[in-house]
């Protein structure tokens, strides 16, 4: 994490990560991620085996634009990146699992 505070789900685990914290995803495993803090919040995302992540980004950014999409916009998103999204988002107010 490079700035900020995020609430993480991996799995259905819940917690939170800030600056200088590191989090590892599995391949495969369910998870979302959402800024928890009223400024913005930056990560830096390195995902292996390579995916073109600018392009991947940029694209969602453009389908999140007005808030959260219809699922079948979101679902056309997915299929072109080989991703399914499982839904709902993570919210702020959801907290950290105990």
């Keep these: 994490m ?5 609430l ?3 799995d259905g685990r819940r917690f939170f990560a800030e600056a200088g914290d590191v989090v590892s995803i599995p391949g495969g495993a369910a998870h979302g991620f959402v800024n ?5 919040a930056r990560q830096y995302i390195l995902m292996t085996p390579a995916l073109d992540a600018a392009a991947f ?5 453009g389908v999140m634009h007005g808030g959260l999409p219809d699922t079948a916009a979101l679902n056309a998103f997915g299929a072109r990146w080989q991703v399914e999204f499982l839904g709902p988002p993570v919210r702020a107010a959801d907290g950290p699992t105990p």
């Design 8 to 10: 993480y789900e991996i």
């Design 36 to 40: 928890v803090t009223g400024a913005p």
């Design 57 to 61: 980004f940029t694209e969602l950014a």
């Design 2 to 6: 490079l700035e900020g505070r995020y």
